[in-house]
């Protein structure tokens, strides 16, 4: 369990507090939902564009946090779960992406018309 997930279950409010605060964002060109090695990758190549990215996920690092062994990532024949997690996290803080933790996505609304904004509804609740 991370940090940020002992606190939300401390901090009953904590939640409600986040999802205040993420209401008042501008909307991303780019929201990815779930933030393993797949939606940093994508995080990494949409940022890279100069395209407005959010990345969201339950936890930073996905599977990998839930293993100490890692072998035959291509180009690591052996790493640990926590180091890589540790490099993937790097590599995305080294472009301009917005990381929200510690939120599900639980709903997808489509835009009312074309070139509309979709939204995205998170369990806290919160709206993207
Ligand atoms: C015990 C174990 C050992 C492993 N060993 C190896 C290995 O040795 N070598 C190897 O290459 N691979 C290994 N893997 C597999 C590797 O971890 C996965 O292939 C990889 O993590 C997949 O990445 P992903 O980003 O596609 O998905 P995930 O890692 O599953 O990440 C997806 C993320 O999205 C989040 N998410 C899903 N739905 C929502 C939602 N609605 N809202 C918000 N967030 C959401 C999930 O909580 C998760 O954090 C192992 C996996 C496990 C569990």
């Known amino acids: 369990m991370s940090l940020a997930e002992i606190f939300s279950k401390v901090d009953t409010n904590a939640d409600k507090?986040?999802?205040e605060e993420l209401n008042k964002r501008d909307a991303y060109d780019v929201l990815i939902i779930?933030?393993?090695p797949a939606g940093a990758a994508a995080a990494i190549y949409s940022a890279r564009k100069g395209i407005r990215t959010g990345l969201m996920?339950?936890?930073?690092?996905g599977q990998v946090?839930?293993?100490?062994?890692i072998e035959n990532y291509i180009s690591m024949p052996k790493t640990e779960g926590a180091k890589l997690v540790g490099s993937l996290?790097?590599?995305?803080?080294?472009?301009?992406?917005?990381?929200?933790?510690?939120?599900?996505?639980?709903?997808?609304i489509?835009?009312?018309s074309a070139g509309g904004l979709h939204a995205v509804e998170t369990a806290s609740p919160a709206r993207y």
């Open 57 to 61: 996920g339950e936890r930073f690092g």
């Open 65 to 69: 946090l839930d293993t100490v062994d």
């Open 34 to 36: 779930g933030s393993g």
């Open 89 to 108: 996290r790097a590599h995305v803080d080294d472009y301009n992406v917005d990381v929200i933790e510690s939120q599900s996505a639980i709903k997808l």
């Open 110 to 112: 489509p835009a009312a």
């Open 17 to 19: 507090r986040v999802a």
